[in-house]
């Protein structure tokens, strides 16, 4: 044991820890230095509690939603984001997403985990939204099912990642208005056969890095419904909005 303690310190000596962002030296893994924690767009505002959407100008924070939210309801019964997509954020998640840095999952999750600990329960079910198995090669991990693993250690809810499949590759959302995303999105998503019994009215809580439109989420939503799911809440690291 005291050998082990040695070699430990000696490492972190040699190694010592960094923010996870800038590299700055630090005293704890997987954290932030004072100056990107300062930086980072936190959803500290009220948020809309169906999307997760910074409310401007509004002080009462109990149930309040958005005016997307009030004239389109999305499917799911409620949302939550820990950031606005923008700055320091949308730096992080893009490293998560595209450079090969999935490490940021762990403290990005522990985030994620406070910030829904309304609709997170031991007996919650968490769901990844799923990748297409070709992105899933070029990015060698699904982003949103390595959060959901964070996620689900954090709350002590069961994580299922074989349940909600992708078996069409969609065209680049970014690349198209929000309408299109709909469309597009409209039959993205399958049931595994086998583990429907395994979701059947259970509470869920979808994952995802990004919600932008909603497309993708209200995708997988309606085909989780259609299968007999029980109440359904959405969270994600960030949350694109207009005034972000």
């Not at 932030?32 to 169906?50: E, I």
């Not at 939550?80 to 893009?94: N, T």
């Not at 993708?216 to 799911?229: C, F, I």
């Amino acid at each position: 044991m005291l050998k082990s303690t040695v070699i430990q310190t000696a490492i972190r000596m040699l190694y010592p820890p960094q923010c996870i962002m800038c590299r700055e030296q630090l005293q704890s893994e997987n954290a932030l230095c004072g100056s990107c924690w300062r930086d980072m767009p936190y959803n500290t505002d009220c948020a809309c509690v169906r999307c997760g959407a910074s409310l401007i100008g509004v002080t009462e924070t109990a149930g309040a939603e958005c005016d997307d939210c009030i004239k389109n309801p999305p499917p799911w019964a409620e949302g939550r984001a820990v950031f606005r997509y923008q700055g320091l954020a949308r730096k992080m998640i893009l490293e998560l997403k595209h450079g090969d840095r999935p490490e940021l999952a762990a403290p990005a999750a522990a985030w994620m985990a406070q910030t829904a600990v309304d609709v997170l329960t031991e007996k919650s079910l968490i769901i990844p939204i799923p990748v297409h198995w070709q992105r899933f090669l070029q990015r060698k991990y699904n982003q949103g099912e390595v959060l959901a693993k964070h996620v689900a250690t954090h709350s002590g809810a069961e994580l299922k990642t074989d349940i909600l499949r992708r078996p069409r590759k969609t065209v680049p959302l970014k690349e198209v208005n929000r309408s299109a995303r709909f469309s597009i999105l409209e039959n993205a998503f399958e049931i595994n056969a086998d583990k429907v019994q395994e979701m059947k009215e259970q509470n869920i809580v979808l994952i995802d890095d990004v919600m932008t439109s909603g497309a993708t989420l209200s995708a997988a939503v309606k085909t989780l419904q259609r299968a007999g799911a029980g109440d359904i809440s959405v969270l994600v690291l960030a949350r694109v909005t207009e005034n972000a």
